[in-house]
């Protein structure tokens, strides 16, 4: 059977509309379009693979020309909808999306710590590298077979977080049921 739409497409030219501004270099891309007080972000991330944040020192990126801000877990504003521990001894609850600036946990290599905001995107990647930070470095633990005694399931999608459950992951299987 043919497929009839392709028929006529495979292997042959096709005018693009952009084609030539793009292969002349005179196309503009989205983010070359500059609006009126655009702002610009870059992330700053740790250099540690798990562990806290003992320090953040931003004082000088605060102050490097063009700066408007620089946001990070002591002084973001809290977001609703980020789940929240109960009480700070209480481990997270599970299965939430990446929540930054929430805390001074270091989950992952690269994990973002701060983002600086400036006036022009260059500034804002300069400021970015003047962050330093001090870290509290846990092990992190990579090795598979070794830390398979250590996992956790997520819970079920039934549950809720009044609902305490009893969660046995197997080889195999998980078995879940409702604790008393």
């Given at each position: 059977?043919?497929?009839y739409f392709f028929q006529d497409t495979v292997g042959k030219p096709m005018d693009r509309?952009?084609?030539?501004?793009?292969?002349?270099?005179?196309?503009?891309?989205?983010?070359?379009?500059?609006?009126?007080?655009?702002?610009?972000?870059?992330?700053?991330?740790?250099?540690?693979?798990?562990?806290?944040?003992?320090?953040?020192?931003?004082?000088?990126?605060?102050?490097?020309?063009?700066?408007?801000?620089?946001?990070?877990?002591?002084?973001?504003?809290?977001?609703?909808?980020?789940?929240?521990?109960?009480?700070?001894?209480?481990?997270?609850?599970?299965?939430?999306?990446?929540?930054?600036?929430?805390?001074?946990?270091?989950?992952?290599?690269?994990?973002?710590?701060?983002?600086?905001?400036?006036?022009?995107?260059?500034?804002?990647?300069?400021?970015?590298?003047?962050?330093?930070?001090?870290?509290?470095?846990?092990?992190?633990a990579t090795d598979f077979n070794k830390n398979t005694a250590k996992r956790s399931c997520?819970?079920?999608?039934?549950?809720?977080?009044?609902?305490?459950?009893?969660?046995?992951?197997?080889?195999?299987?998980?078995?879940?049921?409702?604790?008393?």
């Open positions: 059977m043919k497929d509309v952009d084609g030539r501004l793009k292969v002349t270099g005179a196309a503009k891309y989205s983010a070359e379009y500059e609006l009126p007080n655009m702002a610009h972000a870059v992330l700053v991330g740790s250099t540690i693979a798990k562990g806290s944040i003992k320090s953040l020192d931003t004082k000088r990126a605060e102050n490097a020309p063009g700066v408007l801000a620089v946001l990070h877990y002591q002084n973001a504003p809290k977001v609703p909808g980020y789940a929240q521990a109960a009480h700070p001894t209480e481990p997270k609850p599970v299965g939430q999306p990446l929540q930054l600036f929430i805390d001074n946990q270091i989950n992952f290599n690269d994990h973002p710590i701060a983002v600086v905001v400036a006036d022009t995107l260059e500034r804002a990647m300069y400021a970015a590298k003047l962050v330093k930070a001090q870290y509290n470095e846990e092990k992190h997520p819970p079920p999608p039934n549950a809720t977080p009044n609902t305490r459950w009893v969660i046995t992951c197997a080889a195999k299987k998980t078995r879940i049921k409702p604790s008393r």
